[in-house]
């Protein structure tokens, strides 16, 4: 954890001190008179775990590396989960420093069928370490974790007189890794996200929100036990250029977890918050950093050697890098 915190730290810096020389060559080339009228700056990649309303141009491409870091967690014991000797400093004492870290990452490759309509294919990895959590088994490993689709449709495009673009996202996905407690699963899910971003301050201050449902379908390798599960999510982020080409902000989060692929059963929620950066190398290369804190919520008691996905993470990490042709 202490790493990738120091991995953000050092993007948060080279944000606050990112040259301008691209953005300057870019103006010298231009006509006499071209560096008075600024050029649009889209939304794509601004707002770290929120999702923007930007779709490639027809025929374009972009490929990315997608990482998300999720680090457990504030209470990590409970009464259905009995700790020797009583709470965590005992643990820690007894068996060494409790954790359970999780990361996911992304591969991916997006093409632009026309202007408003993109397709992106993804493939996942997935890595944890879980230590001395008392009955529940130490695990540290890496794995393949399936693939995605994803589509994104620009229902109403941000033009000089509209601030305002409207675009839906639908990802299909397939896991074969349970994220609570790391089993083997064939696990179906989907994600479809209503999004929406204004721009407040032209080429300055920029607002996103995201509402979102993903209902899920998953069958454990071995005991062949089904489960149905649904999330919520409704995102808000903020984002100001600081730099020619570089971005800050902040961001609220609000998550919840169901029993039941359609909101059938309440069994968890959490609020997060934290700050975003996004860096512009150039027109076609990027890097989008986004750290968020749990600040409130509820989850469920586990039983005994039990870890759910309902229980959120402490802190979650993005770190995202990209390319477009």
Known sequence: MNRLL??????????????????????????????????????????????????????????????????????????GLPVPGGGDDAVAA???????DLLSTKAAYQYGITDDLSVEVGLFGHARDVRNLGDVPNKRYAAFDGGSVEF????????????????????????????????????????????????????????????GYEPELSRARGTGQTERASGFTWSNALTARVADNAFAGAEVRYVAAFDGAFFNRFAADAFYIGPTANIRFTEQTYLTAALSFRITGSEPTPAPGEITAAQFPRTLLRLKVGASF
């Not at 007894?94 to 359970?100: A, D, I, L």
């Open 6 to 79: 120091a991995t953000l730290l050092a993007c948060l810096v080279v944000l606050a001190v990112a040259p301008a020389a691209a953005h300057d060559d870019d103006k010298k080339d231009g006509p006499p008179g071209a560096a008075a009228k600024e050029k649009e700056t889209g939304t794509g990649n601004l707002f770290g775990f929120s999702e923007d309303t930007d779709t490639p141009d027809k025929g374009e491409k972009e490929v990315s590396l997608d990482t998300f870091s999720r680090f457990y967690k504030r209470r990590l014991f409970g009464p």
């Open 94 to 100: 007894s068996f060494g420093k409790p954790r359970w």
């Open 152 to 211: 994104k449709y620009r229902l109403l495009e941000r033009t000089e007189q509209n601030p305002f673009a409207f675009a839906l996202v639908f990802e299909p996905r397939y896991a074969r890794v349970e994220e609570g407690d790391g089993r083997g699963v064939d696990a179906f899910q989907a994600e479809a996200l209503a999004v929406l971003d204004a721009r407040v301050i032209p080429n300055r201050l920029w607002f996103a929100t995201n509402i």
